[in-house]
């Protein structure tokens, strides 16, 4: 692949941000260029992955899911999938930012022009950035970090709310269902790894990992998400290889939708380490995103639905809770400044 002359306009010096002297500065791209795209014809496309685990699509056995060899191009993407990618926003975070709908939780401050409303998008910008070949996912979502804080004088911080939610608890102490099992040894996947970078503390980087059948169907070819697996039967297939219960956690309500869960979804089940994963169930397309103009009665089928796979195949119930919130805030963002 080669890099396009966008790498001729900019070459980035350091963040301009203050820095404690127990805060190191920020990694930076060697090079990058920033442009609004908002053409509609334009094509939507990233060749590392911009999302936090949960891709909501079919994953193909050649997806690395690495950094490219330091190389970043990113086309056609709201402002948002750019935040998300550095700061690595799990499922309920991703989703508090772009919709502010959980009840309790502080709203994120992020204008529509970065998140789009329910009808209509917000703008589009591409990005192209070059790193050190050898750079990781973690590496490059700190230089992005960096980067947003340079262009568009993006600035955050997190705040904690204690807030309505749904607890993912075991149906059984100890049990799990006949499709959830801890993640073996012997699967040829690579599994990602912890890394010592703060605030991404899971680097996905996997090369070409190979893809080995599982006793409980179909699975991803990639380990640490959680992806559409193909099926000839009816209703919505996912599937997770080597994945936390907090990623299955905190992905719910967008796997089912905001209508159907309009509350985070937190981990208590008590399970540690890494879990393989299949979960099939009906899911009525009449069943839309925005949860004011839903038909009640789709939604809870949908949800009854949900809840009895959850039940059957994983071993796992909701039950209604509260729970401390972390959410990423938005102090101040700008559009960019030019290259």
Not at 111 to 125: E, I, K, M
Not at 249 to 277: C, E, H, N
């Amino acid at each position: 692949m080669h890099a396009s002359p966008f790498f001729a306009c900019i070459l980035l010096a350091a963040p301009a941000l203050a820095q404690g002297s127990a805060t190191p500065p920020l990694p930076t791209f060697d090079a990058a260029s920033v442009r609004q795209n908002n053409r509609p014809d334009a094509r939507q496309h990233s060749n590392v992955p911009l999302d936090n685990g949960n891709v909501y699509s079919t994953i193909s056995p050649d997806d690395s899911r690495s950094a490219a060899g330091g190389l970043f191009i990113a086309t056609h993407q709201p402002l948002w999938r750019y935040i998300s990618f550095a700061y690595h926003l799990p499922g309920t975070q991703e989703l508090a930012l772009r919709f502010n709908v959980f009840s309790g939780v502080p709203k994120s401050g992020a204008p529509t022009w970065v998140t789009g409303t329910f009808t209509s998008p917000g703008d589009f910008f591409d990005i192209e950035a070059r790193a050190t070949p050898g750079t990781t996912l973690d590496q490059m979502r700190l230089m992005m970090q960096g980067l947003l804080a340079e262009r568009f004088h993006l600035a955050v911080h997190h705040e904690t709310a204690e807030a309505p939610v749904f607890a993912l608890v075991l149906v059984k102490p100890g049990v799990t269902g006949p499709h959830l099992q801890p993640h073996p040894a012997s699967d040829a996947c690579a599994v990602p790894t912890p890394v010592a970078l703060t605030p991404a503390p899971l680097d996905s980087s996997a090369p070409h990992p190979a893809t080995t059948a599982s006793a409980i169907g179909d699975l991803p070819p990639a380990c640490g998400v959680i992806a559409h697996v193909p099926s000839s039967e009816p209703g919505q297939h996912y599937g997770g290889r080597a994945v936390p219960i907090s990623l299955l956690a905190t992905s719910m309500p967008t796997l089912t939708g905001l209508a159907a869960m309009p509350r985070p979804v937190v981990d208590q089940t008590g399970l540690s380490g890494l879990y393989d994963f299949t979960l099939h169930w009906i899911h009525d397309p009449n069943a839309g995103a925005t949860p004011a103009t839903t038909n009640e009665s789709v939604v809870s089928d949908n949800m009854a639905s949900f809840r009895h796979a959850l039940r059957d195949q994983l071993g796992l119930e909701l039950k209604p809770a509260r729970a401390p919130i972390d959410i990423l805030i938005i102090d101040h963002i700008d559009h960019p400044t030019e290259n």
